[in-house]
């Protein structure tokens, strides 16, 4: 496989291709190869046709690149190159994070002053991300039945007003408990 520089404009994007772009995302793509570089070459099928690299091609030409670096992939059959731009979107889809260590490298990219909005998180996930031990305290309480309790406290003139008042309640379904001060 040689890695070839191609004009995007010769380049045939795939008509039926079922991944799509935002523009949010196509940013993302562009401030990414901004700051690395173009490390993620298009896949070509053996008449330029893009088999991967449709959103990197939408970023290049948001950065006003007038070629991008292409690798053609040859001996694939029209039923494998259909599959294979399916399975390239879809295989990445499936890989999971360690949450501990995706905190920790994040975390020390912080500390570098590294802008870890290039990372594709959005602020949210990003929060969700960093926010990880208290999350996790939540979910240990929820785990545990935890309910919240509020609290009225009626001060009553006597120990009989406080009796009565305690029988009172409890007959209409209130839980009280009685508390001297």
């Known amino acids: ?43 070509l099928d053996e008449k330029d046709g893009v088999i991967a690299g449709h959103g990197r091609i ?33 295989l990445a889809l499936n890989a999971g994070w360690d949450e501990e260590l995706l905190k920790l490298e ?28 208290f999350k996790e305290v939540e979910k240990e309480l929820k785990e545990q039945n935890y309910e919240e309790k509020t609290e009225i406290i009626i001060e009553c003139e006597n120990e009989l007003q406080q009796e009565e008042l305690f029988y009172k309640l409890t007959n209409e379904g209130y839980r009280c408990r009685v508390q001297s001060l």
Do not use: C, W
């Open 106 to 133: 994040i975390e020390a990219l912080q500390e570098m002053n590294f802008d870890i909005d290039l990372l594709g998180f959005n602020s949210d996930e990003l929060k969700d991300i960093l926010d990880a031990e």
């Open 58 to 90: 939408m970023a290049a030409k948001l950065l006003k690149m007038d070629e991008v670096p292409t690798i053609t992939l040859s001996g694939l059959s029209e039923a494998q190159i259909k599959a294979y731009i399916i399975a390239d979107n879809k």
């Open 1 to 43: 496989m040689q890695l070839i520089n191609k004009n995007i404009e010769d380049l045939i994007q795939y008509a039926n291709n079922a991944r799509t772009h935002s523009d949010e995302q196509v940013l993302q793509i562009a401030s990414s190869i901004k700051e690395f570089g173009f490390t993620n070459p298009v896949l």
